[in-house]
């Protein structure tokens, strides 16, 4: 079992920056491909970033590819989503999962645990 608690969220202008952070607790962090999602209402979840497991790899969604960056510190069992350029349509709920498959990482059914989000808003 792994517990997720994201962490960071608020509000910000466009242009601004915000870096969110994802606890886990449970055991073998380091097992986990972890994964950043997000949802605007009335919207499916879609793919942020994912990053595998010791962090040699790394994945973005074509619309925040250049903007934000996905890291993690296995000791401290976080993961990190630095979001930088913001933009109005960045505003969503933003939620991190881990799963065991990096070929999955873009899928939402893929991942087997997942926070209870953070809400981020851009405005204009």
């Known amino acids: 079992q792994v517990q997720l608690v994201e962490s960071g969220g608020g509000l910000v202008q466009a242009g601004g920056s915000l870096r969110l952070s994802c606890a886990a607790s449970g055991r073998s962090f380091s097992n986990y491909v972890m994964g950043w999602f997000r949802q605007a209402p009335g919207k499916e979840r879609e793919f942020v970033a994912a990053i595998s497991w010791t962090a040699e790899a790394t994945d973005y969604a074509d619309s925040v590819k250049g903007r934000f960056a996905i890291s993690r510190d296995n000791p401290k069992n976080t993961v990190y989503l630095q979001m930088n350029s913001l933009k109005p349509d960045d505003t969503a709920a933003y939620y991190c999962?881990?799963?065991?498959?990096?070929?999955?990482?873009?899928?939402?059914?893929?991942?087997?645990?997942w926070g209870q989000g953070t809400q981020v808003t851009v405005s204009s």
């Open positions: 999962a881990a799963d065991r498959n990096y070929a999955r990482r873009r899928l939402v059914a893929a991942y087997d645990y």
